[in-house]
């Protein structure tokens, strides 16, 4: 399967320049909490594997995009070599992440990663994969959106500006909107797009994302053997409590 973000040109680069991405204060958060091995599913340009490689850790990141993946061994290569040493990297789609005997002590899913599984089908079949490749006492992490009803109730198919005109390397600038085309209530998805303008031209990611309960999630990964050990509303792992912005899930095999 081709991902949407190779279908937009240097959309790696685009990636690591978008405000609202680099100011996402994640990155402290599973560096902390990774233990060695590591694997990320969905490690994009690298913007939490490289720091926690540079923490020590040896990682392996997994993703479907052939320009994320271009991007992350560019920013590789900017690295100290014990920390090049530390990373493999591969192109695979997360819904084919078997690693054979491959075990590790932390499996790690960042920037909801997991609601782009739209189906409880896949949703099983990832966790089921997880599960097969923790090592004793290993932890699945991850994190979804805590639902903003009034946000989804309120879409209008309007794009919405979230990142102004904006510099990159090259000397070129770019812009970014979004926009909630639909949401389908029974299935739990919004049918999102983010629009790129660089340069005069239009480009459009569209893409469906899951969201879910609180509930929900709980009796999902209990269904697929997993136990929550610890479930934040941010990531400085205050509470979740209604209005919290995340879910940030800790989970474990029973």
């Given at each position: 399967?081709?991902?949407?973000?190779?279908?937009?040109?240097?959309?790696?680069?685009?990636?690591?320049?978008?405000?609202?991405?680099?100011?996402?204060?994640?990155?402290?958060?599973?560096?902390?909490?990774?233990?060695?091995?590591?694997?990320?599913?969905?490690?994009?340009t690298?913007?939490?594997?490289?720091?926690?490689?540079?923490?020590?850790?040896?990682?392996?990141?997994?993703?479907?995009?052939?320009?994320?993946?271009?991007?992350?061994?560019a920013?590789?290569?900017?690295?100290?070599?014990d920390?090049?040493?530390?990373?493999?990297?591969?192109?695979?789609?997360?819904?084919?992440?078997?690693?054979?005997?491959?075990?590790?002590?932390?499996?790690i899913?960042?920037?909801?990663?997991?609601?782009?599984l739209?189906?409880?089908?896949?949703?099983?079949?990832?966790?089921?994969?997880?599960?097969?490749h923790?090592a004793?006492?290993?932890?699945?992490?991850?994190?979804?959106?805590?639902?903003?009803?009034?946000?989804?109730?309120?879409?209008?198919?309007?794009?919405?500006?979230?990142?102004?005109?904006?510099?990159?390397?090259?000397?070129r600038?770019f812009?970014?909107?979004?926009?909630?085309?639909?949401?389908?209530?029974l299935?739990?998805?919004s049918e999102?797009?983010?629009?790129?303008?660089?340069?005069?031209?239009?480009?459009?990611?569209a893409f469906?994302?899951?969201?879910?309960?609180?509930?929900?999630?709980?009796?999902?990964?209990?269904?697929?053997?997993?136990?929550?050990?610890?479930?934040?509303g941010?990531?400085?792992?205050?509470?979740?409590?209604?209005?919290?912005?995340?879910?940030?899930?800790?989970?474990?095999?029973?």
């Amino acid at each position: 399967m081709v991902s949407s973000y190779d279908a937009i040109p240097d959309f790696g680069l685009l990636y690591d320049h978008v405000p609202l991405y680099r100011e996402r204060t994640d990155v402290g958060f599973y560096v902390a909490e990774a233990k060695s091995p590591v694997l990320e599913l969905g490690c994009g340009t690298g913007r939490i594997l490289l720091p926690i490689a540079r923490a020590g850790h040896t990682i392996i990141g997994l993703d479907s995009s052939k320009q994320m993946l271009e991007r992350a061994r560019a920013n590789l290569a900017r690295e100290a070599p014990d920390v090049q040493r530390r990373v493999t990297l591969h192109q695979r789609d997360m819904h084919d992440c078997d690693l054979g005997a491959a075990k590790f002590a932390s499996i790690i899913a960042p920037f909801r990663v997991f609601q782009h599984l739209t189906t409880v089908d896949a949703q099983l079949r990832l966790l089921d994969t997880v599960a097969r490749h923790l090592a004793p006492q290993g932890q699945f992490i991850f994190d979804v959106f805590n639902p903003r009803f009034d946000i989804l109730v309120r879409h209008d198919g309007v794009e919405h500006e979230d990142t102004p005109d904006t510099s990159l390397p090259d000397g070129r600038t770019f812009r970014r909107a979004y926009r909630i085309a639909r949401v389908r209530w029974l299935d739990q998805v919004s049918e999102s797009e983010l629009i790129y303008y660089v340069e005069g031209k239009r480009y459009v990611q569209a893409f469906e994302m899951r969201w879910f309960l609180n509930a929900e999630l709980r009796h999902l990964l209990a269904r697929a053997g997993f136990r929550v050990a610890a479930m934040y509303g941010d990531f400085a792992r205050g509470p979740l409590v209604d209005g919290a912005p995340e879910q940030v899930v800790v989970a474990e095999i029973v």
